[in-house]
């Protein structure tokens, strides 16, 4: 069939082809042979015009000759066979060729001359003058038409060449066309049309085109496909239902189960003919058959999602989620409804698993001792447990959802908020110490905080807080540090009494002498009231003027003038020694202040050399090299003393154990060499000693608690321990340098500003 | 009898024209053959020289292309003017003939010593054959012969330009004709006798047609033409000289001065331009074979071809 179509088709274009191309061709042949024609006119016209203009000056002169040349000039000229100059009188001047012959054109031109109106010698220099044209003669050219002839002739040929190789070319290119765009696109689709006749529905005609037949094929395989999908969508709906792994029931409009798919079959262990027809109720426990979700549907509620129980046929209750959704006419009538459930077991399982695990972590964190507060990224208090709770006398059900930091306790929010953003910046855990806060009860406590950071960007990150209120440590640990003052102050005391003896001494002896004095001069005095009673009486005796003289002698006047004085200063001098210990004692032993203050930190040190004198004072020099440029320190004054005093007596006894004196004498010394000077934003303190140095061995424990190498009662390890934790409290450090059989040198930093001012 | 002679003269001097001796103020008639632009220059020229002498001068214009003569020889003689300015040959062929009575200075005109009268005098356009001949010995120093056609009104001319030939070591080869149709045949007569050619300001057998035929064979046959001006120049003469029209214009006004001023126009002899112009044509040059071009063409006022 489509060869006969393509075959009249062919017919018909051809046909078409020939009649045009044999009309062009004619009308071609036509137009060309005008144009010959015209090219021939216009070429003789130029051919005479130059003859005109080259034969203009020999006729005007009657050069024949010349004209004679010219005229045999054009007649070689190709296709002129006839050429005749004329003068005006119509005499040939000179001509060349014959005029006989067939098929011939004619043609004449004038000879035209240019004649200046009464030229005169100014004109022939100046140029100008009036000019007319005047004819001096005519040109007759006979012209043969047969290269012209000749020339069609070829071109007939020509066309009809061409007229046969387009029909031919046409008709090629129409009939590949026609196959490429008409009839083969045609016969695939009459292909297609077979095949789906044939039954072959999955068949889809390939399309590779937008046009016309492009869009009939699409148009076809649509349809083909709704065509296929029509027919097989009901086995298609039943492997979709049949495969679905949740429970599927179809209920009619009165709630009579209509289809039931593998899955709910194999959920509640029936067969399909015991469900199908029974009340979709049955499936359901007693208790669930009046609930709301079932009124509301079955009251038209278009969907509802559920969590339910279906009775088994064991008689077990599997837990479900059910969908339950309706099924409508195209008048809106209810025609059924659709029971999609999902077992739950699994979940309900893992849901309970996750309570108690909940449930654990709970007791876990209620557990902790610790303060715990857990903050969201947006501020919000996220857990509050119970030590919180008891700390802050706030509850948690009180606080929990508010903003943590407007939650109403009395703290030094500056510095959590601080420690917050640090933390926020870092993400690393921020220890705060020392956080005042004011109790429950009103009065003040101290808290220590970590912020601890857990979420995702930094903009996300929320904040866990663990805490202690360490109140009641801090306390402990005051009256312990006073306790080991006055401890220190008692073993100090044997020493600091024997210091006190030696000017109290003075001070007896020297008023006892006074007192002697005073009691014999008192004597005398006597004497010489009488005696200048007796003056004034005139009865003078002259054994009481000896007697005075005597006694005046006896008692040595002139001695005592001088050494009354004495005694007076040395007297003084005592007491004021007296005095100078009793100060730096106090200082000493002052309980200080639970913040920092501002101390010299070189008189603290030469207070602490005067209470602990008796210490070293048999064993060593105390040399004092004190910067006098150290600014105030700002520290806890007590415990820079405790470490002072400790260090001072670590060395006399590191020097006592390689002068070897003998007790309360002095023998061979060493030196105790304190140094003070600031390094940048430092104090730095060094007690350098002489003594026999730390051996290598035990250089990795001496900060240790409870060591000691000192006998039994002599030490009790604390010292240096307390020194370093000193230390770390005023974030400042303690080191050492030694060398064995040289001496030990310890070396304490502390912040010029204080811990708050090194921590910023 | 001293005393009648005395008051003779004076009243003889008294009655003398006033031509303007010695006043400032004198009245002109100036007449152009047509309103070409080298008129218009000499005009020019003369005005200014006239105007540096600060004389007044009240203008009568003529002009041959727009009035009859003897309108304007009517106009001339009714108003009686101190002089008569003629500027071109015909005009002053004009004066020469029909005014007889007034003073006449002549500007651009040929044929000078035809001209000059007793009241009439003035300047030639005639640059004279022997600068031209000189000229051409200069550029073409192998120049041996030199061909001359002529009419019969130029008979007299000839025999100064053998002379001027014989001086600068040339042979003149000249061809009488009675008329421009004999000028082929004569051209023909005499190609291959001479190596340059001498065109002489003859109306009678030079024309356009001619002249363009002279020059196609001289180029053809290789023989320099000298031609009349720079229109020849430029049409394929080797050269030409051609007058400088504003110095034409001074030099008459120099002249119509000195006859203002009292001075018999008879007594003054008749003047040649006095400042030619070189025209060169580079493309001639190089088809004959000029060797000196490069010095010709910075001397030449206008070159062609370049």
Redesign the interface.
């Known amino acids: 069939m489509m060869g006969g179509i393509q075959k009249r088709i062919n017919l018909v274009s051809i046909g078409v082809v020939l009649a045009s191309t044999l009309f062009l061709g004619a009308y071609f042949i036509r137009q060309e042979t005008a144009a010959l024609s015209d090219e021939l006119d216009k070429r003789m016209v130029v051919l005479l015009n130059g003859m005109a203009t080259s034969i203009?000056?020999?006729v005007?002169?009657?050069?024949l000759e010349?004209i004679g040349e010219l005229v045999e000039g054009i007649v070689a000229q190709g296709d002129v066979v006839y050429c005749c100059t004329k003068d005006l009188r119509g005499e040939c001047l000179a001509e060349s060729g014959s005029q006989t012959g067939a098929d011939v054109r004619f043609y004449e031109g004038s000879v035209i001359?240019?004649?200046?109106l009464e030229?005169?010698?100014?004109?022939?220099?100046?140029?100008?003058g009036v000019a007319v044209e005047d004819t001096i003669g005519t040109i007759h050219l006979s012209v043969s038409l047969a290269g012209l002839n000749q020339k069609m002739d070829g071109n007939k040929r020509t066309v009809a060449v061409v007229i046969v190789i387009t029909i031919l070319l046409a008709s090629a290119i129409w009939a590949f066309m026609l196959r490429l765009t008409l009839v083969g696109p045609i016969a695939i689709l009459v292909k297609g049309i077979e095949r789906i006749a044939g039954g072959d529905l999955g068949y889809q005609v390939p399309v590779e085109r937008d046009d016309e037949i492009g869009r009939l094929a699409t148009s076809f395989n649509r349809m083909t496909v709704e065509l296929s999908s029509s027919l097989v969508s009901k086995q298609y709906v039943d492997n979709i239902l049949q495969s679905m792994t949740d429970s599927l029931i179809v209920l009619d409009s009165e709630g009579m189960i209509k289809r039931v798919n593998r899955a709910a079959l194999e959920l509640l262990g029936y067969a399909e003919p015991g469900l199908i027809n029974q009340a979709a109720v049955s499936l359901l426990p007693s208790e669930e058959r009046e609930c709301g979700w079932l009124i509301g549907c079955s009251q038209g509620k278009k969907a509802c999602n559920v969590e339910t129980y279906f009775m088994s046929k064991s008689g077990v209750k599997v837990p479900m989620l059910l969908s339950c959704s309706m099924l409508q006419g195209d008048d809106g009538a209810i025609e059924g409804r659709v029971w999609v459930a999902q077992d739950i077991r699994e979940r309900k399982k893992a849901e309970r698993a996750l309570r108690d695990q909940n449930a654990r972590t709970e007791q876990l964190l209620a557990s902790i001792p610790s303060l715990l507060m857990a903050v969201g990224a947006d501020g919000r208090l996220l857990h509050w447990n119970t030590p919180s709770e008891r700390t802050f006398g706030i509850r948690a059900q009180d606080i929990m959802g508010a903003s943590f930091w407007k939650c109403g306790i009395e703290l030094n929010w500056e510095r959590i908020k601080e420690a917050v953003e640090r933390c926020r910046e870092s993400r690393d855990p921020v220890q705060l110490d020392d956080l005042t806060y004011v109790r429950p009860n009103g009065k003040s406590g101290v808290l220590t905080l970590t912020i601890n950071p857990y979420g995702g960007r930094k903009e996300q990150t929320g904040f866990l807080l663990l805490g202690e209120d360490i109140t009641e440590r801090r306390i402990l640990e005051h009256q312990l540090s006073q306790a080991q003052k006055l401890e220190s102050i008692g073993q100090l005391a044997a020493g600091i009494a024997h210091e006190i003896n030696t000017p109290i001494q003075y001070v007896g002896d020297n008023v006892q002498f006074l007192g002697q004095a005073f009691e014999e001069l008192c004597v005398l005095l006597c004497k010489h009231e009488r005696l200048l009673q007796q003056v004034k009486g005139e009865g003078l005796e002259q054994e009481l003027v000896a007697e005075i003289d005597s006694e005046a002698e006896e008692l040595d006047i002139e001695g005592l003038r001088e050494e009354i004085p004495s005694a007076i200063d040395a007297a003084q001098e005592g007491a004021n020694r007296v005095a100078q210990i009793v100060a730096a004692m106090k200082a000493y032993s002052h309980p200080g202040t639970e913040e920092m203050t501002a101390c010299d930190m070189n008189q603290a040190i030469e207070n602490v050399t005067v209470v602990s004198r008796n210490e070293w004072k048999y064993v060593a020099d105390m040399v004092m090299n004190f910067d006098p440029s150290l600014c105030l320190v700002n520290c806890f004054l007590g415990e820079i003393n405790q470490v002072i005093l400790n260090l001072i007596v670590n060395a006399a006894h590191a020097i006592k154990d390689v002068v070897e004196v003998e007790e309360g004498k002095e023998g061979p010394k060493g030196t105790i060499t304190i140094t003070t000077r600031r390094d940048g934003e430092f104090a730095e303190i060094r007690v350098c000693d002489t003594g026999g140095g730390i051996p290598e061995e035990i250089r990795g424990k001496v900060f240790d608690p409870f060591f000691t190498t000192k006998e039994v009662g002599q030490g009790t390890g604390q010292g240096l321990t307390l020194c370093h934790s000193a230390m770390e409290k005023h974030a400042g450090t303690i080191t050492f340098e030694t060398r064995e059989n040289e001496g030990t040198t310890f070396i304490i930093r502390i912040p010029l500003e204080g811990r708050k001012a090194q921590a910023a | 009898m001293r005393w009648f002679v005395i008051l003779l003269l004076l009243a003889v001097a008294l009655g003398q024209p006033a031509r303007c001796a010695g006043s400032e103020h004198a009245k002109l008639a100036v007449v152009f053959?047509?309103q070409?632009n080298?008129y218009q220059e000499a005009w020019s020229g003369f005005q200014s020289v006239v105007g540096q002498a600060a004389v007044s001068l009240e203008v009568m214009r003529f002009n041959l292309k727009e009035e009859p003569s003897g309108q304007i020889l009517g106009s001339i003689r009714r108003e009686r003017p101190d002089l008569v300015l003629t500027l071109?040959?015909?005009p002053a062929k004009l004066a020469r003939d029909s005014l007889g009575d007034v003073a006449v200075i002549f500007c651009?005109a040929?044929r000078a010593n035809e001209l000059a009268g007793p009241l009439m005098t003035g300047v030639s356009?005639e640059i004279s054959p022997a600068a031209k001949l000189s000229t051409l010995k200069r550029l073409v120093p192998e120049a041996r012969k030199v061909g001359v056609i002529y009419s019969p009104a130029l008979t007299n001319q000839m025999e100064d330009i053998s002379r001027y030939c014989g001086e600068l070591g040339l042979e003149l080869v000249a061809v009488p004709i009675e008329s421009?149709?004999?000028?082929?045949?004569a051209l023909r007569s005499i190609v291959g006798r001479i190596d340059s050619y001498l065109i002489l300001?003859?109306?009678d057998i030079?024309?356009?047609?001619?002249v363009?035929?002279l020059l196609l064979q001289s180029l053809r046959y290789k023989f320099p033409v000298i031609g009349?001006?720079a229109?020849y120049t430029k049409a394929g003469a080797l050269f030409s000289l051609d007058c400088d029209y504003r110095d034409l214009g001074r030099q008459a006004a120099e002249i119509a001065l000195r006859v203002l001023r009292g001075e018999n126009p008879g007594d003054l002899a008749p003047e040649e331009p006095r400042i030619t112009e070189l025209s060169f044509n580079v493309v001639a040059a190089e088809r004959f074979g000029i060797r000196n071009q490069r010095q010709i063409e910075d001397e030449a006022r206008v070159v062609f071809g370049r």
């Open positions: 203009e000056y020999p005007l002169v009657g050069d010349r001359t240019t004649r200046v030229p005169d010698s100014d004109e022939m220099i100046l140029g100008g | 053959p047509s070409a080298a071109g040959t015909k651009m040929f356009m421009e149709s004999e000028l082929p045949s300001p003859d109306a030079y024309s356009p047609k001619s363009e035929h009349l001006s229109h």
